[in-house]
């Protein structure tokens, strides 16, 4: 079946690092943009970077910019965000989807994309 899979969250003091992945399986990831949304409690989802399923053009949010990196391995079928610098206000859940696109400087999710059901990433010392 068509699934994507996140892993790599948990607790972390601020200032620290962790590597998240999206694993996809059922289908080649390399053929869709990926993205990375996060939603906290309390406040509206944000998208959080992408990359792209051709030229490997990359997106990122300017509150992450600098911190987060987007990469893909398609051998694996896997796409990577890892975050340094973490802050307490990166704490939420982060989830993967397919079928994104950066329209007006903002990641929008595909209304028939794929999604991940998400890993938790807690920043707090």
């Known amino acids: 079946q068509v699934q994507l899979v996140e892993s790599g969250g948990g607790l972390v003091q601020p200032g620290g690092s962790l590597r998240l992945s999206c694993a996809a399986s059922g289908f080649t990831l390399d053929y869709y943009a990926i993205g990375w949304f996060r939603q906290a409690p309390g406040k509206e989802r944000e998208g959080v970077s992408c990359?792209?399923?051709?030229?490997?053009?990359?997106y990122y949010a300017d509150s992450v910019k600098g911190r987060f990196t987007i990469s893909r391995d398609n051998a694996k079928n896997t796409v990577y965000l890892q975050m340094n610098s973490l802050k307490p206000e990166d704490t939420a859940v982060y989830y993967c989807?397919?079928?994104?696109?950066?329209?007006?400087?903002?990641?929008?999710?595909?209304?028939?994309?794929?999604w991940g059901q998400g890993t938790q990433v807690t920043v707090s010392s």
């Open positions: 990359i792209s399923s051709s030229d490997g053009s990359t």
């Open positions: 989807a397919t079928e994104v696109t950066v329209v007006a400087g903002k990641l929008i999710p595909g209304q028939f994309g794929y």
